[in-house]
């Protein structure tokens, strides 16, 4: 059974740095890219970075770029997204979610509903 689980939001103050996780099983993830996706209250769901499948090319919108990086460890089947600078705007539930490929057109054109699997989501909220 396809499991992926997200961990490590939580409340911030703004400028601060959160770590998050997402643990996979009941797939092949060095054969799926991941993507952190997050949706604000009242907003749809918005992709803003993942990781491919093949070479571990890592992509961002431009709204996190310098500030977010996500990597993968494939031994332990987690990815993560390391958030600094965090932002007020940054409030959102984060979910981690597994598709067959990502490019950075993908990413800009928000495919989410082309992600296979979801986890149940994380929140995160940085205050003021």
Not at 6 to 34: K, M, N, P, T
Not at 56 to 76: L, Q
Not at 83 to 96: H, I, Q
């Amino acid at each position: 059974q396809v499991h992926l689980v997200e961990s490590g939001g939580g409340l911030v103050q703004s400028g601060g740095s959160l770590r998050l996780s997402c643990a996979a099983s009941g797939f092949d993830l060095d054969a799926h890219a991941i993507g952190w996706v997050r949706q604000a209250p009242g907003n749809e769901r918005e992709g803003i970075s993942c990781i491919s499948e093949t070479d571990g090319k890592t992509f961002y919108k431009d709204f996190v770029k310098g500030r977010f990086a996500i990597s993968r460890d494939s031994a332990e089947k987690k990815v993560y997204l390391q958030m600094n600078s965090l932002k007020p705007e940054d409030t959102a539930v984060y979910y981690c979610a597994a598709t067959l490929y990502c490019t950075s057109a993908r990413l800009s054109q928000n495919l989410v509903d082309e992600y296979q699997y979801w986890g149940q989501g994380t929140q995160v909220t940085v205050s003021a």
